[in-house]
């Protein structure tokens, strides 16, 4: 989710980023006790130390997968071991290059004293070893999240809702009065869903 603003005082978030997070049909806006957020971003160093991994496993058995494919077809229609070994150096190359990105971007967010500091990624399709590794909201970035640990009271039963999240989005464009997007804005009484989680 990207943010898009304020409503009554809480973020309102969109599910597309960037110039076109405003302009969304569509917000979301998360209802919580004070204080405290039901998720807990996902630092710069987490991402990267789990990035630097998954690169090195994902490159790894893509080489292992494409030698064993290789090997389980009938000898006649194996790839030539010259294919093959231009292949792994291709991987190779690849791997590398995302890796020394990767490494890159930890010792200048070391450097910075960015470790702690909330991973805002690119969620485009592009690889590892393209694009940047950190790109900011307004560009089109998505803050990385977890689970908050110490935001759900384990002492309430299941049922008993610990935040909200209203969507609004407009109804039909041709009767005005089907906004509902534009009623809930104006007339939701927030107020009392908050003071049902703070309780």
């Known amino acids: ?26 917000h979301f806006v998360l209802i919580n006790r004070d204080g ?5 971003p996902v ?9 630097i991994a998954y690169v090195m496993r994902w490159y790894d058995e893509l080489t292992k997968k494409m030698l064993k494919n290789n090997e389980a077809m009938p ?10 070994d231009n292949q792994i150096a291709l991987n190779t190359k690849a791997k590398n290059e995302a890796l020394k990105k990767l490494h890159d971007a930890l010792e200048k967010t070391t450097r910075d004293g960015q470790l702690d500091a909330p991973a805002v990624v690119r969620i485009d399709p592009l690889l590892m070893n393209e694009g940047p590794v950190f790109q ?14 110490n935001y759900f009271l384990k002492e309430l039963p299941k049922y008993v809702p610990q935040f909200f999240v209203i969507e609004l989005m407009p109804g039909d ?21 908050k003071a049902m989680i703070d309780k």
Request: aromatic content about 10%.
């Open 1 to 26: 989710m990207f943010a898009a603003g304020q409503w009554k005082g809480y973020d309102m978030m969109s599910s597309v980023g960037g110039i076109y997070a405003t302009a969304a049909s569509e």
């Open 43 to 51: 630092t710069k160093k987490q991402f990267l130390d789990r990035a």
């Open 36 to 40: 405290v957020l039901p998720y807990i």
């Open 75 to 84: 000898a006649q229609f194996r790839s030539p071991q010259a294919e093959i």
């Open 136 to 149: 900011s909201e307004a560009e089109g970035g998505c803050m990385l999240a977890t689970e908050n640990p």
């Open 173 to 193: 464009k041709q009767h005005t009065n089907m906004n509902f997007k534009r009623i809930i804005e104006e007339n939701f009484p927030v107020e009392k869903i």
